[in-house]
């Protein structure tokens, strides 16, 4: 009986000295908790806020999510199109080098 009660002393001893659950979060986090987003750049995801949900204001708040959509849409469009692009370079790119390959293999 005198070995579990010094375990348990020992053990309520750590929970003392160390801040369990200090470790235990930063063990097992994902630290999503952590990180902040500005509301500019996420507010067109929310289903409702305060620009929309006034009916003095809703009209101003749906023009803004709409433009920031619009924006949105674009800037992912002209990233593609620049991917595109790119690799259409590279497979040039490839073809010439193929080709100089073949002309040093034909010489």
Known sequence: ??????????????YILFPVRT????????????EFSPY??????????????????????MER?????????EEQHKEELEGLEADERRKKEAEQQRAKEKLKAEK
């Open 65 to 73: 999510i709409l433009n920031a959509r619009e924006a949105l849409m």
């Open 40 to 61: 500019n750049d996420n507010f067109m995801y929310f289903l409702s806020d305060y620009d929309r949900a006034n009916p003095v204001t809703k009209k101003q708040g």
């Open 23 to 34: 470790i235990i979060q930063r063990l097992f986090s994902d630290n999503k908790e952590d």
């Open 1 to 14: 009986m005198e070995i579990i009660a010094l375990i348990a002393i020992g053990i309520v001893g750590l």
